[in-house]
């Protein structure tokens, strides 16, 4: 059995199967109409959000029908986890009851290794707590490859809320693994510390810095998180005033850093605040492409993990 728990769940070669796979989806005329269309007849994917998604549900969703397979939503207040029943139990149940894989977001960050041991049904973490998101970090991946920027020596910058960002610690693992150099920007308060979790080989890769300019000079990208307000003990509002002062990403920056090609963001968007509104039909926002990458390697790690090709 194959899960997706952790971008360390990939290695390079998998991670370059995946791309390839990506990519052969993402160009398709639509997502829907794939040469793998019936990939997935007959099973089914669970599907449980126990905190808020739009594109990451729903891409999953989109991504199971894309491949032939079939959706089972699981209201969490209204399943047998609320009653105690066990991690492992609750795997089991949903095996038995034909779904192959189950999709799995929650605050609470234990829960899809746990399911994961019984190793009944494949687990995907879709984002727990504030861990990892490894299918948002392997969507920008594709992202990043379909704009050729992955064959270039890149430097790429991640502005914004990193402390709390789950995407962010999912490419921390993710972009020096792909020979990328990062430059983690925010006010002190939303830097990473001391990544503890890396191994020095990812933390050669990454830079912290206070400093917009330092973090954007010379960056080709620009990937901007979320402020998670929902994420802070106190809103600081004189910490978000700095934030939006001295941060945001406004017109005059792409003329001040003309190597900057690229923004990204996973959404959703607080526009004013991360990036200024003026910005959101810039050829340079790849925002909404995002969303699509994002799609295609759901596609893509939904073949690896049920496709029976890598067994
Ligand atoms: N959608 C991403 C997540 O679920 C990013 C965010 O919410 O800021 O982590």
């Given at each position: 059995m194959i899960h997706a728990l952790s971008i360390d769940d990939f290695d390079e070669r998998t991670l370059r199967l995946l791309l390839s796979w990506g990519k052969e989806y993402f160009e398709a005329?639509?997502?829907?109409?794939?040469?793998?269309?019936?990939?997935?007849?007959g099973r089914r994917v669970a599907l449980w959000f126990d905190e808020p998604s739009t594109r990451t549900s729903l891409s999953f969703e989109a991504a199971v029908k894309n491949l032939g397979g079939g959706v089972v939503r699981i209201d969490e207040k209204c399943s047998s986890a609320v009653k105690g029943e066990s991690w492992g139990d609750t795997a089991a149940v949903l095996a038995e009851l034909g779904c192959s894989a189950l999709v799995i977001r929650t605050s609470d960050a234990d829960v899809p290794s746990a399911l994961a041991e019984e190793d009944a049904l494949s687990v995907i973490n879709a984002g727990n707590g504030t861990v990892e998101h490894p299918t948002q970090a392997i969507g920008d991946l594709l992202c990043l490859e379909l704009s050729g920027?992955?064959?270039?020596h890149l430097k790429l910058a991640i502005v914004g809320?990193?402390?709390?960002?789950r995407v962010a610690n999912s490419h921390f693992r993710l972009l020096p693994k792909c020979g990328i150099d990062v430059t983690v920007c925010a006010p002190a308060a939303w830097l990473p510390g001391?990544?503890?979790?890396?191994s020095s080989r990812e933390k050669e890769r990454i830079q912290l810095t206070t400093s917009l300019e330092e973090a954007l000079s010379g960056a080709t990208v620009a990937m901007y998180l979320r402020v998670q307000k929902e994420r802070?003990?106190?809103?600081n509002i004189s910490l978000y005033e700095e934030f939006i002062e001295k941060y945001q990403l406004r017109s005059e920056h792409l003329s001040r850093y003309p190597s900057l090609k690229m923004v990204m963001h996973p959404g959703p968007v607080n526009w004013g605040i991360e990036?200024?509104?003026?910005?959101?039909?810039?050829?340079?926002?790849a925002i909404l492409r995002q969303v699509r990458c994002g799609v295609a390697m759901r596609m893509a790690l939904l073949r690896y993990l049920l496709g029976g090709e890598e067994e």
């Open positions: 005329e639509d997502l829907a109409h794939n040469p793998d269309a019936e990939l997935l007849a920027y992955l064959s270039t809320d990193s402390a709390h960002s001391s990544l503890p979790s890396l802070h003990a106190d809103n990036i200024s509104p003026s910005l959101r039909n810039s050829p340079k926002c």
